[in-house]
């Protein structure tokens, strides 16, 4: 990625902050526009596309929806089985559907030097083993390393096919409730994939959940991370899912990702590193909450007045 000043870093919300999670839920999420609304309003200047269909899915009307409300495109979530041989077809499908949308909405916005990634997944939450042990995997639940080789193959193809249909690039988003949760893992699929097309979103509540250290991340893979989003991590409830036995979805509902400074993940060195080597992209405030949680745009509101405290 190429040198910028400190001023390069700009600052996204995304529908999950909404309750808008790519899982079923019963509970109905708020609608589109007035999470795109509410985004506006508590000073962010970009969005993440969410669950593809939330927003519209026609470039000219989701353009003329985010020009409203001088919002940016930043990226777009695209879950893919990538353990599953099988499903890799159809993964790159949905994602060349969602990669066509994006480059058609912001073919007349962004410069492409701000293009928009597709955020690439697991299936996360669809293992049972992994969505009960969330936040305390072990090696026994991980893949054997022939289904790590088919994971990355896919991974690959995904990125690839991207790439070369519409330029965009691919980052990886490591998850818990996923194949890919702890730093070991992420480390691994970094190892197996292809550098030129596929790089790291770094998830800092979800580094910390999976058992590592977001700081550290960015020093280790710092070549690798496109894509920062800023989510935090309430170790108490992490120890209380590990005591209590709780699954992913129970973690969440607990508050594992609290706002942004009540929890454990080191923001102002993160935020000083990424000053230090100069990052360009954009920072992606995320508190995951189950629909119906919270008061969202309250919680909203108050991530961006601290992101201001730390100069952001």
């Not at 607990?254 to 990052?279: M, N, W």
Request: aromatic content about 8%; glycine content about 8%; proline content about 4%.
């Amino acid at each position: 990625m190429s040198e910028c000043n400190v001023s390069a870093i700009r600052i996204a919300n995304a529908p999950c902050s909404w309750g808008v999670l790519e899982f079923d839920h019963a509970t109905e999420s708020i609608g589109p526009m007035q999470v795109l609304d509410e985004i506006a309003a508590s000073g962010y200047v970009g969005t993440e596309l969410g669950d593809y269909g939330f927003l519209p899915t026609e470039p000219d009307a989701l353009r003329s929806t985010l020009l409203q409300r001088e919002l940016s495109l930043v990226g777009a979530f695209v879950p893919v089985a990538l353990a599953q041989a099988e499903a890799h077809t159809a993964g790159i499908d949905s994602a060349l559907q969602t990669a066509r949308l994006l480059a058609e909405t912001v073919g007349r916005t962004q410069p492409i030097a701000q293009a928009p990634f597709i955020v690439l997944a697991d299936e996360n939450g669809s293992v049972p083993e992994r969505t009960r042990c969330a936040g305390r995997v072990t090696s026994e639940m991980g893949l054997t390393d022939d289904a790590w080789h088919v994971f990355a193959d896919g991974a690959n193809a995904v990125a690839r096919a991207v790439r070369r249909e519409t330029g965009l690039l691919t980052v990886f988003h490591h998850h818990a409730a996923g194949f890919v949760e702890t730093p070991e893992e992420t480390e691994r699929l970094l190892a197996l994939t292809d550098p030129e097309v596929l790089g790291l979103c770094l998830d800092t509540g979800h580094w910390m959940f999976g058992g590592g250290d977001p700081l550290m991340a960015l020093q280790t893979h710092g070549d690798r991370i496109w894509h920062v989003h800023y989510k935090d991590c309430d170790l108490a409830v992490a120890d209380t899912a590990r005591h209590e036995e709780l699954d992913y979805f129970e973690s969440v509902h607990r508050g594992i990702f609290c706002e942004l400074g009540k929890g454990s993940v080191p923001f102002k060195a993160i935020t000083d590193h990424l000053h230090h080597t100069q990052y360009e992209g954009w920072i992606v405030v995320e508190q995951d909450v189950l629909p119906g949680m919270g008061t969202p745009l309250e919680s909203a509101t108050r991530n961006r007045h601290f992101l201001s405290s730390l100069g952001l």
